[in-house]
């Protein structure tokens, strides 16, 4: 299986090679296939999977090409690759625009991947206080900013009614970029007078 897998690798650099040049190595019991070290195409079992994008979106449809699946841990699992059959072999312009849309569509993914801050990244953010985050909903640097600290406090109380102040202040530093201690004095009393109000009026802050 392994000969036929590396017949399929040489194969497909051949065809592809408009698109770069393509390395690959051993990934998921099989092998990846990347332009620029971006991962577009995988192959298993001999046969040539592509990265399942929008832009192939109608092809996948029209053609009900079966996705890759692998086994993990007892359990059938699919990848976000769909299969190329001898079809799609026989069209070789076919096939280098689906690639093509396969990478640039991966290329893509990793540029918003890279360029989104992790909460931890953040000042104030610890591991505990990430992770509650996440439970909470709030996976990213991005959704915090965009959902403000008040959303996001909210939505810790709600698991949390014991949510101190000091977590309103740790989440405005994080969104801003400082430390909770030297928030301006202006800015921890607006919060401070917010917090005070949902709990001496016993507010249900959901």
Not at 46 to 69: D, F, I, K, N, W
Request: charged share 25%; aromatic share 10%; hydrophobic share 45%.
């Amino acid at each position: 299986m392994e000969d036929i897998s590396h017949q399929r690798i040489y194969q497909s650099c051949e065809w592809l090679a408009p698109l770069g040049d393509i390395c690959y190595r051993a990934h998921f019991g099989g092998y990846s296939l990347s332009v620029d070290k971006t991962v577009f195409a995988m192959v298993a079992g001999g046969e040539l999977y592509l990265r399942a994008c929008e832009e192939s979106a109608h092809y996948t449809v029209t053609r009900q090409a079966p996705m890759l699946m692998f086994n993990k841990r007892g359990r059938r699992v699919s990848l976000n690759y769909y299969f190329v059959d001898e079809r799609l072999w026989g069209d070789r312009a076919l096939l280098l625009e689906l690639s093509a849309f396969s990478l640039s569509a991966a290329k893509r993914e990793k540029i918003e991947r890279t360029t989104r801050l992790r909460l931890r990244d953040l000042p104030n953010l610890t591991f505990q206080l990430e992770a509650l985050l996440h439970d909470a909903g709030v996976l990213d640097a991005h959704t915090l900013r965009l959902l403000g600290a008040k959303a996001c406090w909210l939505r810790l109380r709600k698991m949390n009614q014991q949510l101190s102040v000091k977590v309103l202040f740790a989440l405005e530093g994080a969104i801003i970029g400082l430390h909770e201690a030297a928030l301006p004095a202006n800015k921890r009393q607006e919060l401070l007078e917010w917090f005070n109000e949902l709990v001496t009026k016993g507010n249900k802050p959901y």
